[in-house]
T-cell receptor, first 112, second 114 residues
Framework: QQQVKQSPQSLIVQKGGISIINCAYENTAFDYFPWYQQFPGKGPALLIAIRPDVSEKKEGRFTISFNKSAKQFSLHIMDSQPGDSATYFCAAPEAAGNKLTFGGGTRVLVKP | DTEVTQTPKHLVMGMTNKKSLKCEQHMGHRAMYWYKQKAKKPPELMFVYSYEKLSINESVPSRFSPECPNSSLLNLHLHALQPEDSALYLC?????????????FGDGTRLSIL
């Protein structure tokens, strides 16, 4: 089973700062790497996703950077806000398809 | 509000009870999933349905029985559960089972086994 290693486990950042979460994956022939945001009592919500034919994708304050040769991708949250306080999961598809393997999660706390 | 609706939101049951969790989506998605999530852990895949047929069972104990009556509905039947089965059960759907498409999650059913 493919592993996805996510770091750090938790992160505290001041309002207006940058939150950076990293993920590393093992071999994959598939082409889709999503990030999910989960608030307490809610299900994971798709935040942003990238395909490996691009090295970076930006949506608002959220940016994914992708390094295919290193099998790593990261999420940057610019100008972090208290409302961004949540748990973030990266994910990568397994070779069998339809199977997403999630990273261990990063709990982000943005202090006002 | 999510486009994947799960009911009930909370469920408390004894180990001898039989209950069912329900999931519904009207996005025309043809792949549907059940995940189990323990506190402070990532979701773990349990089952995948593709075009209403069970395509993946992640060695889930038989006390969990999935059912997909039609392309919009997914059920999870529960019987003789154990206290360690207490968790958040998440349903998800995606557009096309044959390719990697975003999975959209419901808000889950919080299950407590007494």
């Amino acid at each position: 089973q493919q592993q996805v290693k996510q770091s750090p486990q938790s992160l505290i950042v001041q309002k207006g700062g940058i939150s950076i979460i990293n993920c590393a994956y093992e071999n994959t022939a598939f082409d889709y790497f999503p990030w999910y945001q989960q608030f307490p009592g809610k299900g994971p919500a798709l935040l942003i996703a990238i395909r490996p034919d691009v090295s970076e994708k930006k949506e608002g304050r959220f940016t994914i950077s992708f390094n295919k040769s290193a099998k790593q991708f990261s999420l940057h949250i610019m100008d972090s806000q208290p409302g961004d306080s949540a748990t973030y999961f990266c994910a990568a598809p397994e070779a069998a398809g339809n199977k997403l393997t999630f990273g261990g999660g990063t709990r982000v706390l943005v202090k006002p | 509000d999510t486009e994947v609706t799960q009911t009930p939101k909370h469920l408390v049951m004894g180990m001898t009870n039989k209950k069912s969790l329900k999931c519904e989506q009207h996005m025309g998605h043809r792949a549907m999933y059940w995940y189990k999530q323990k506190a402070k852990k990532p979701p773990e895949l349990m089952f995948v349905y593709s075009y209403e047929k069970l395509s993946i069972n992640e060695s889930v104990p038989s006390r969990f029985s999935p059912e997909c009556p039609n392309s919009s509905l997914l059920n999870l039947h529960l019987h003789a559960l154990q206290p360690e089965d207490s968790a958040l059960y998440l349903c998800a759907s995606s557009q096309d089972p044959g390719s990697n498409q975003p999975q959209h999650f419901g808000d889950g059913t919080r299950l407590s086994i007494l």
